[in-house]
């Protein structure tokens, strides 16, 4: 994207609500960081809100060169952009916006994120063979995809509700299999990857004991939960000398790729960002 002084590059997250976002203390970190006088900006729109915000961003009137999108327009967003990547119409959701002569192109970057975040975490950690995650909602869809671009073999998908999983078996394919909560224990055993997806034990009611000791020694187990950093789950895996890995270098990873998009410049994922991140919880 072009920058210059006088008309600074401006990029968005939109949402319903949108207060919550750390996505502005982020960018805003990149771009002091990098010297740029652009902006990265909150902007409430509600659904009936979602196809004028498009339009305006598509003819210009709205200023801005890009954005990320989050709850609740990921999925109807798709309908309204005039071309999803590859990645977003298999995810079957977009998080990022930019423009391209003219036209407004989305993709998704969380399962870029979700990958990117494992590797610095637990670097030199070799991508097993069989993973099992926890929940099939949107968060899954996009775990799911990126371990299929890593080339897990299998992918066990647990879920409360199991017609969920099934769903999911359909969109994605046969190295997908779907599972009611019951056949997690025997699921785990000598598995190389679990990913918890859903609020469990965030509730308030304890987590059932999970046996993690049966995975792969080399396992990791992992949340995308970040708030608190050690989640229930993570704490239960950790007490049994797993290797876990917190869910907020997803949330930091998944934001690189927006920026790149928007300021022309790929930032870095620090330690000194993840400090601020940690700070503001
Ligand atoms: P997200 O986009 O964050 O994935 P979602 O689409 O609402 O959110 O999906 C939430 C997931 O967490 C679902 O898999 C949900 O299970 P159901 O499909 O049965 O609803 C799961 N989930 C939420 N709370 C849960 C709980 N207390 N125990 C088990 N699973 C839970």
Redesign the pocket.
Known sequence: MAESESNPTRAFVIGHPIGHSRSPLIHGYWLRLAGLPGSYQPVEVAPAELPVFIRALKDGSSGFAGGNVTIPHKEAVLDLVDEADPVAREIGAANTLWCENGRVMATNTDSHGFSANLDHQASGWDTGRTAVIL??????RAIIHALLSRGFSTVHVV???ET?ARALVEAFGPRLQAHAMAELPVLLRGADLFVN????GM?GNAVPEIDFTVMNPQALVTDIVYVPLETPILAMARRQGLKTVDGLGMLLHQAAPGFEKWFGTRPEVTPDLRRLIIADM
């Open positions: 929940g099939a909602g949107g968060a899954s879920n409360r509700t969920r997806t859903t609020s469990l509730d």
